[in-house]
C-alpha cells in the first residue's frame, strides 16, 4: 500500500501565490512519473503539470508561466508552486503518482495512486 499526503491548499487573493506538496509513502521501491491534476465544481478532471523521475516536466497551456512543478527524489515528494493565481485555478488539486513496487520474490509491479485532494480557492 501507498499513501499520499498533500498539503499547502488554502485561500488566496487574485495575484496570490502557494505551493502544494505531497508526499508518497508505503511500499515503493521507487516513483516514476508524478503530477497534480485539478477538478472545478461541474468540470472534468484536468492535467497541471506532470514530471517525471528525471524531472522532464509538461503543463497545461493555462498554467505555463505561472506554475512550477519539481519533485524531491530522496524524500518521495512533488511540489507545485503557483503564482499569479487567477480565480479560474479554484479547484481541488489532486497528486497523482506512478510508483513501482517489489514484492518478496523480487517481482516488480506498477500502480498509479492518488491522494484525497486539497483544495485551492482564488478570490478577493
Known amino acids: 500500500q501507498v499513501q499520499l499526503v498533500e498539503s499547502g491548499g488554502g485561500l488566496v487573493q487574485p495575484g496570490g501565490s502557494l505551493r502544494l506538496s505531497c508526499a508518497a509513502s508505503?511500499?515503493?521501491?521507487?516513483?516514476?512519473?508524478m503530477g497534480w491534476y485539478r477538478q472545478a465544481p461541474g468540470k472534468e478532471r484536468e492535467l497541471v503539470a506532470r514530471i517525471t523521475r528525471g524531472s522532464i516536466t509538461n503543463y497545461a497551456d493555462s498554467v505555463k508561466g505561472r506554475f512550477t512543478i519539481s519533485r524531491d527524489n530522496a524524500k518521495n515528494t512533488v511540489y507545485l508552486q503557483m503564482n499569479s493565481l487567477k480565480p479560474e485555478d479554484t479547484a481541488v488539486y489532486l497528486c497523482?503518482?506512478?510508483?513501482?513496487?517489489?514484492?518478496?520474490?523480487?517481482?516488480?509491479?506498477?500502480?498509479?495512486?492518488w491522494g484525497k485532494g486539497t483544495l485551492v480557492t482564488v478570490s478577493s
Open positions: 497523482s503518482v506512478d510508483v513501482v513496487t517489489l514484492d518478496a520474490l523480487g517481482r516488480t509491479g506498477v500502480m498509479g495512486y
Open positions: 508505503g511500499n515503493i521501491f521507487r516513483i516514476n512519473a
